[in-house]
């Protein structure tokens, strides 16, 4: 049963009075900071953590100059005529730094090994050629000097900036750090996020066979615990709410205690069963609530007490492209990271939109293609609902296409963001 219908408050709101993705994204990255605490963590859990201190290399890697083959090392101002030198000392990888070379001799050097001082130049065993007796060795002509060398210092010089904080820290970054001989390393706490979604009509996968008339299962928040997974976050399944103010109220206020952030899916526009933002209103803040995009118009955030809350809408591209514009830098920055604007790559259509609506900003679903004369062009999910899952799985990027446009013509440019601009591999 419901009352008289009531006009909202704001039902001939253009999207001019909306407020506009840029001032959300700068609203974001201007107010939010880092709300955890550091640790010290060991080399073998820091992958994807955001790191809380700078690197400096205390020391040159390599440490040595040393060989980068098997062969026969020698100084190049000693290279005979006939190429025929003896052969000095075996110096194998990991053996003390070695003595110089007597003149006229080669030492028998392995990769990484260590160059005799007086050593600069290393002819690959494969193109030399040792006496019957073993005594001596014959180098090929023409190696330049300081050829299959590897200099002290040629990867990280002693004092170099090697990691700055807020720092994502990917498997090379954590090869440079135990290059550097370091074990741990302060790095930003987790994140603690509650995830939640709202909805009577929603059903946890798995927990019945069939599902009854205006039932859906549940996807949002599946879908974002594995968003999460990319970052560096420690998320919380609070399940699925009913449309129940109390219960809500209930369910936001203790996770608010225990929690940095909590994001919700559903309830976030103005139904009378969206009791999301006007809980948020009663319980704490709410900062900003409709955004002049599409899909995502409903997104509102907002705060109860410390922790931050993001209430993405319902339908489960929006709630993606939500995630990936605005709360990927919010839990980036809130987790002591830092904020990259997102790379675009304008490249032509290759599809056609006879009319957009100004002054929003729109995110369709698209990829890369090839078109018949060999140029690189975009193309479009030719859907655009928003409930789609279909064309966020065949999509690649996002395709945004600013306030200003009014149409798209095939070989106009556009922008593309690939979805690894956002931290999402390709399959
Ligand atoms: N009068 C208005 N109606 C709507 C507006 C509006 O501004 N005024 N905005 C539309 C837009 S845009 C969107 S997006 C949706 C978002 O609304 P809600 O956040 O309130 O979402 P719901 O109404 O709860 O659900 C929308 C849609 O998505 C399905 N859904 C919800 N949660 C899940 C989930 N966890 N997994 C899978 N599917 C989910 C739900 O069943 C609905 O079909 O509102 C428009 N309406
Ligand atoms: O955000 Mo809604 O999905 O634009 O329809």
Same mark, same amino acid.
């Given at each position: 049963?419901?009352? /008289? ?9 253009? %999207? ?13 990255? *201007? ?5 955890v605490g550091i640790s010290s963590v060991r080399l073998d859990n820091l992958s994807g953590r955001l790191l809380a201190e700078g690197v400096e290399a205390p020391r040159n890697v390599p440490l040595h100059d040393n060989s980068a083959v098997d062969g026969y090392a020698f100084a190049h101002g000693d290279y005979a005529a006939d190429n025929t030198m003896t052969i000095g000392p075996r110096i194998a990888a990991g053996d003390r730094p070695p003595a110089p070379l007597a003149g006229g001799a080669a030492a028998r050097i392995f990769t990484g090994a260590v160059m005799p001082p007086n050593a600069d130049t290393v002819a690959m065993q494969e193109d030399c050629t040792v006496s019957d007796d073993g005594m001596s060795v014959t180098i090929p002509a023409g190696l330049r000097p300081g050829a299959n060398r590897r200099l002290a ?29 370091? *074990? ?12 939640? &979604? ?8 798995? *927990? ?8 859906? +299962? ?11 997974? %990319?970052?560096?976050?420690?998320? /919380? %399944? ?10 809500? &109220?209930?369910?936001? *206020? ?5 929690? $940095?952030?909590?994001?919700? /899916? ?22 900003? @609530? ?9 997104? !509102? ?13 319902? $339908?489960?591209?929006?709630? +993606? ?29 290759? +599809? ?14 698209? @990829? ?17 609902? !928003? ?27 556009? $922008?593309?963001?690939?979805? &690894? ?7």
């Amino acid at each position: 049963m419901t009352g /008289t219908p009531h006009l909202i408050d704001d039902c001939f709101l253009h %999207d001019k009075g909306r407020m506009r993705h840029d001032d959300v994204v700068a609203l974001i990255t *201007s107010r939010l900071g880092p709300v955890v605490g550091i640790s010290s963590v060991r080399l073998d859990n820091l992958s994807g953590r955001l790191l809380a201190e700078g690197v400096e290399a205390p020391r040159n890697v390599p440490l040595h100059d040393n060989s980068a083959v098997d062969g026969y090392a020698f100084a190049h101002g000693d290279y005979a005529a006939d190429n025929t030198m003896t052969i000095g000392p075996r110096i194998a990888a990991g053996d003390r730094p070695p003595a110089p070379l007597a003149g006229g001799a080669a030492a028998r050097i392995f990769t990484g090994a260590v160059m005799p001082p007086n050593a600069d130049t290393v002819a690959m065993q494969e193109d030399c050629t040792v006496s019957d007796d073993g005594m001596s060795v014959t180098i090929p002509a023409g190696l330049r000097p300081g050829a299959n060398r590897r200099l002290a210092g040629e990867d990280v010089k002693a004092g170099d900036r090697l990691l700055v904080p807020g720092q994502r820290l990917r498997p090379q970054d954590i090869a440079a750090l135990a290059s550097l001989g370091k *074990s741990e390393i302060g790095v930003f706490d987790k994140l603690r996020v509650a995830i939640v &979604s709202t909805g009577n009509e929603l059903v946890e996968p798995g *927990s019945v066979a069939v599902l009854n008339e205006g039932q859906v +299962f549940d996807t949002n928040r599946h879908m974002l615990a594995a968003l999460c997974r %990319d970052l560096p976050v420690a998320t /919380t %399944d609070l399940g699925i709410l009913e449309d129940d103010e109390a219960a809500i &109220s209930a369910a936001l *206020s203790k996770a608010a205690a225990d929690h $940095n952030v909590i994001l919700t /899916t559903g309830g976030a526009s103005r139904g009378e069963e969206d009791h999301i933002v006007r809980t948020i209103d009663r319980l704490g803040k709410r900062h900003l @609530w409709q955004i002049a995009i599409k899909p995502g118009r409903p997104m !509102s955030f907002g705060q109860i007490g410390d922790c931050v809350f993001l209430g993405l809408p319902g $339908n489960p591209v929006a709630a +993606f492209v939500c995630f990936l514009l605005y709360c990927c830098p919010a839990l980036r920055l809130l987790g002591g990271g830092t904020y990259r604007e997102p790379r675009r790559y304008a490249l032509p259509a290759g +599809f056609a939109i006879k009319s957009k609506k100004p002054d929003r900003r729109e995110f369709q679903r698209g @990829w890369l293609e090839t078109d018949d004369k060999g140029n690189t062009v975009v193309q479009k999910y030719p859907r655009d609902g !928003s409930g789609l899952i279909s064309g966020l799985r065949s999509a690649g990027g996002l395709i945004e296409l600013g306030e200003d446009i009014r149409a798209v013509k095939p070989g106009d440019p556009v $922008n593309y963001i690939p979805f &690894s601009e956002f931290g999402i591999t390709t399959g």
